[in-house]
Nanobody, 125 residues
Framework: QVQLVESGGGLVQAGGSLRLSCAAS????????MGWLRQVPGKEREFVAG????????SYADSVKGRFAISRDNAKNTVYLQMNSLKPEDTAVYYC??????????????????WGQGTQVTVSS
């Protein structure tokens, strides 16, 4: 049974930082592309960042480039999202995804991707 457990969300002032973590179990983590997507009420889930199995290739939405950084630790089965210079428009529920096909690095998880339960990030102005 695949489990993805996110942590690290919370309330932060604009300009601040947060680091999200996603601990994975029940899958071959080191062979999976990993990613973060976010969603606000009434809107579709949008891609934020992705990383390939080795960590050697990453991708970002234009809206977060230069502010967010995705990384992974295959020894700990964990993926991270470091979020700096946060803006109120970054407020959303952030979801971790594990994609066995690796497709998530191209900005769109496959239908075979697994999902966490989400963690709320709120940025106050």
């Amino acid at each position: 049974q695949v489990q993805l457990v996110e942590s690290g969300g919370g309330l932060v002032q604009a300009g601040g930082s947060l680091r999200l973590s996603c601990a994975a179990s029940g899958l071959t983590f080191s062979r999976s592309g990993m990613g973060w997507l976010r969603q606000v009420p009434g809107k579709e889930r949008e891609f934020v960042a992705g990383v390939n199995w080795s960590g050697g290739s990453t991708s970002y939405a234009d809206s977060v480039k230069g502010r967010f950084a995705i990384s992974r630790d295959n020894a700990k089965n964990t993926v991270y999202l470091q979020m700096n210079s946060l803006k109120p428009e970054d407020t959303a529920v952030y979801y971790c995804t594990a994609d066995p096909t690796g497709q998530v690095v191209r900005g769109r998880p496959s239908r075979n991707a697994y999902w966490g339960q989400g963690t709320q990030v709120t940025v106050s102005s």
